[in-house]
């Protein structure tokens, strides 16, 4: 099973499979593909703003930084060794001032999975999700070795 020349109107010569099957296949990728297009345009001339956490981008990167910066560098603006303590207290920070999202998915009606942001106020015993990754398929990174001071 190989393809077909086809000529098009204008002269042009395409490539086609000569499968029924396939033709059917394309034709209905193709389909599928104006479809996502038109999806994606009706998105973005929505007048909805796009929103983290219930904040507008500029308003979350403000907030972001106002927190990250001054945990990440020092008063003389030079970096602070990071590990993984601070990492976390950045993202407990953070995640207080946010007003402590979270992510509940529930099936809807016509079977697919709907995603609904909830917020509360923070406790002295709500702390943000540990998440953990599997990283054991990772490859290993090797650091470049530190002089001695």
């Known amino acids: ?28 990728f193709r389909a599928e593909t104006a479809e996502r297009r038109e999806r994606e345009a009706a998105l973005q001339e929505s007048s909805f703003p ?51 999202p979270t992510l509940r998915e529930e099936e809807q009606p016509d079977g697919q999975l709907g995603r609904t942001e909830g917020f509360s106020s923070p406790t002295l015993r709500s702390f943000a999700p540990l998440i953990e990754v599997d990283i054991s398929e990772e490859p290993v990174h090797k650091h470049p070795q530190r002089p001695q001071q």
């Not at 190989?2 to 396939?22: F, L, Y």
Request: net charge negative; aromatic share 6%.
């Open 50 to 100: 796009l929103l983290i956490h219930g904040h507008p981008t500029e308003e979350y990167q403000t907030i972001y930084h106002s927190l990250v910066d001054s945990m990440v560098c020092t008063a003389s603006g030079r970096p602070r060794p990071y590990s993984l303590e601070p990492g976390l207290r950045i993202k407990q920070r953070l995640w207080e001032t946010l007003c402590c």
């Open 1 to 28: 099973m190989g393809t077909v020349q086809t000529e098009g109107g204008d002269g042009d010569r395409t490539a086609e499979p000569s499968n029924p099957a396939g033709t059917q296949e394309l034709s209905s």
